[in-house]
T-cell receptor
Framework: GIQVEQSPPDLILQEGANSTLRCNFS?????LQWFHQNPWGQLINLFY???GTKQNGRLSATTVATERYSLLYISSSQTTDSGVYFC?????????????????FGQGTILTVHP | NAGVMQNPRHLVRRRGQEARLRCSPM?????VYWYRQLPEEGLKFMVY????????ESGMPKERFSAEFPKEGPSILRIQQVVRGDSAAYFC????????????FGSGTRLTVV
């Protein structure tokens, strides 16, 4: 199956700092998503980004599908950004040739932002 | 739109008991996925269902685990004769088209086996 590797595994920042999280994947993918799991365990979809660049406030993401990686940028970090960031890829097809949304997750990056 | 609803949020079972986890997808979503998150690990796919059909159960343990998504009512993940190793967070997600776009996760059910 596909391998999804995230780096760094842990990241500690002071409030206001910027950071870059990376996700490498071992095969072609149909889609890629970034999720934030907050300290209460809730999973929030940040970006649906099979290719290209997207921005949402202080967060932006870039996926270079041909080189099999994606980056998540967090600028001016805040304590509420703390939690685990997961990259997840959708790959493969069912017998009818349709991609059906099964996600393979990376191990996550644990981000801690101190005030 | 209430989002993906999972209940209960927390469930404690003794070894050997049965656990039933429920998931109501978002309105208009007919595709449901279950994932398991073991302590200190990422999420692992378990099963993908559409109404009355199991499409892919390649991530389900071979024994004691089953899932259904009936024509009426929520999707149910059932774990029979639970063991300590089943302690985990179980997340349900739904999507409108069986693809990643529009994927929405519920808040999860945290199962503790004592």
């Amino acid at each position: 199956g596909i391998q999804v590797e995230q780096s760094p595994p842990d990241l500690i920042l002071q409030e206001g700092a910027n950071s870059t999280l990376r996700c490498n994947f071992s095969d072609s993918v149909n889609n890629l998503q970034w999720f934030h799991q907050n300290p209460w365990g809730q999973l929030i979809n940040l970006f649906y980004i099979p290719s290209g660049t997207k921005q949402n406030g202080r967060l932006s993401a870039t996926t270079v599908a041909t080189e099999r990686y994606s980056l998540l940028y967090i600028s001016s970090s805040q304590t509420t950004d703390s939690g685990v960031y997961f990259c997840a890829v959708e790959w493969g097809e069912d017998a009818g040739g349709t991609s059906y949304g099964k996600l393979t997750f990376g191990q996550g990056t644990i981000l801690t932002v101190h005030p | 739109n209430a989002g993906v609803m999972q209940n209960p949020r927390h469930l404690v079972r003794r070894r050997g008991q049965e656990a039933r986890l429920r998931c109501s997808p978002m309105k208009g979503h007919s595709h449901v996925y279950w994932y398991r998150q073991l302590p200190e690990e990422g999420l692992k796919f378990m099963v993908y269902l559409q109404k009355e059909n199991i499409i892919d159960e390649s991530g389900m343990p071979k024994e004691r685990f089953s899932a259904e998504f009936p024509k009426e009512g929520p999707s149910i993940l059932r774990i029979q004769q639970v063991v300590r190793g089943d302690s985990a967070a179980y997340f349900c997600a739904s999507s409108p088209m069986g693809q990643g776009h529009g994927y929405t996760f519920g808040s999860g059910t945290r199962l503790t086996v004592v």
